[in-house]
């Protein structure tokens, strides 16, 4: 007998042992078209109701891809990388360090058995396809090609893209899938770590016919992705001192101007190229000249505005700094957002905390600039407010962040013994700033 814990791992997989797959695809493909081919929401609910309708990662991914209005029997690639840009953006993707791994455990059975052996980015788009060469031609027919987005946000329910949607291991069998051209095919798909801070780097993703969607391949795929991860992490390691001296950092929070540290050089940036640099650091696939506009400035900034910016900016930090179609860093950039963030990724509350010195490029109005600022100062708020201690909060509420953030004075009281003279000190912090908000 299967208890719940079992039961909800073998909602992971698309076929069980004794399934008969073609009586199930035929079943699903009526399920399929009573769902995603109804218009009205009434039908949809009654199609869904019964159990065996489909499993409950496909009937979540459905219903996420109907409420994004994705169309069921196009699948478009608007923007496509292809040629150079593809080369640069993948060739600098940590996933490019797992290729030798995933060959020698995937690829290299993978020639003539009908099967594709897919890597893609965190966001879903496919940085390598190989495999069978024959099923690489057909696959074109639905645009599962290198440099293609297929996160499921743009194609609907496939194994890659819901496998980093949900960060689960996912197979999806046939008529599970949300697009009527993917119908032939199934695919096995997990996701890949940072070793270090545990962020999705990207998944791994086995394609075929049925075969590819009983539970062996799925187990195959988690493996490679757990030895994928492992050779990371070795990777990593051996790099991480040469990484370091090579990379550049931005250093944006604060009062004055923001910096780019190179080596033992420090540059200082104007706040519209600092702007720059850090919306692009934080979309390393590449912002297009009209959509950096608009995260520069909604109202006022246009495209040939842009160019000269990046233009100026290029003379400054050298000419192959920074790509084009679409703007990119091609040289290795980090951040002091990245190192707070890498910080509450690993639970390291005090080191975020001591490193989150003043807001992200505090003078900027840029969109896309405040966004980030915004989700920094929330996240570390978030983690203060859920687990922080006494020490932790002391420093938050005296910082500039924390002067007036009432929660967090609060929070900073129930840490502290009533008899204590700091909490006397607390308490009438937070009866000043109840009057202040008052009026």
């Not at 690639?77 to 996933?95: F, I, N, V």
Request: proline share 5%.
């Amino acid at each position: 007998m299967i208890d719940r814990a079992g039961a909800k791992a073998l909602s992971w997989m698309a076929l069980h042992p004794g399934d008969d797959a073609e009586a199930h695809a035929r079943r699903l493909s009526e399920v399929h078209t009573a769902v995603v081919g109804s218009a009205s929401s009434r039908e949809r609910s009654a199609a869904l109701a019964s159990p065996a309708a489909v499993r409950p990662v496909v009937r979540d991914s459905w219903l996420r891809s109907l409420g994004r209005a994705i169309d069921p029997d196009v699948i478009e690639q608007p923007l496509l990388l292809t040629g150079k840009d593809l080369e640069d953006y993948r060739a600098g993707h940590p996933m490019a360090m797992i290729r030798p791994v995933v060959r020698k455990l995937l690829v290299e059975d993978a020639a003539d058995s009908g099967l594709l052996i897919a890597i893609s980015d965190e966001r879903g788009r496919l940085l390598w396809i190989e495999g069978d060469h024959d099923a690489r031609d057909r696959a074109l027919a639905m645009n599962f090609a290198e440099g293609a987005d297929w996160s499921e946000e743009h194609v609907g329910t496939n194994a890659p893209g819901t496998a980093l949607t949900l960060d689960r291991c996912v197979q999806i069998f046939g008529a599970e899938h949300y697009n009527r051209a993917v119908h032939e095919w199934s695919c096995s798909a997990a996701p890949v770590h940072d070793p270090i801070s545990g962020r999705i780097l990207g998944a791994l993703d086995i394609t075929g016919g049925p075969r590819v969607a009983v539970p062996e391949v799925l187990q195959l795929v988690r493996a490679t992705a757990a030895a994928a991860e492992a050779e990371l992490r070795l990777s990593m390691l051996e790099g991480a001192s040469a990484q370091s001296s090579a990379a550049c950092m931005l250093e944006t929070f604060g009062p004055g101007r923001a910096t780019l540290v190179r080596g033992r050089d420090r540059l200082a940036l104007s706040q519209r190229h600092a702007e720059i640099l850090l919306i692009l650091s934080e979309h390393p696939e590449g912002v297009g000249a009209r959509r950096l506009a608009v995260l520069l400035d909604e109202n006022e900034l246009d495209a040939v505005t842009v160019r000269a910016e990046i233009s100026r900016l290029r003379r400054v930090l050298g000419p192959d700094t920074i790509a084009s179609r679409p703007y990119r860093v091609q040289s290795a950039l980090r951040t002091d957002v990245t190192n707070v963030r890498a910080a509450l990724d690993r639970g390291d509350l005090d080191t975020a905390v001591r490193l989150y010195t003043g807001r992200v490029l505090p003078g900027s109005g840029a969109p896309g600039v405040i966004d980030v600022g915004d989700e920094l100062d929330a996240g570390i708020r978030g983690a203060l407010l859920r687990r922080g201690a006494a020490p932790l909060l002391a420093r938050w509420t005296a910082s500039i962040h924390g002067r007036e953030d009432l929660p967090a004075w609060s929070a900073y009281l129930g840490c502290l013994d009533p008899d204590s003279t700091v909490f006397a000190q607390v308490e009438a912090k937070i009866r000043i700033l109840d009057r202040n908000f008052a009026t």
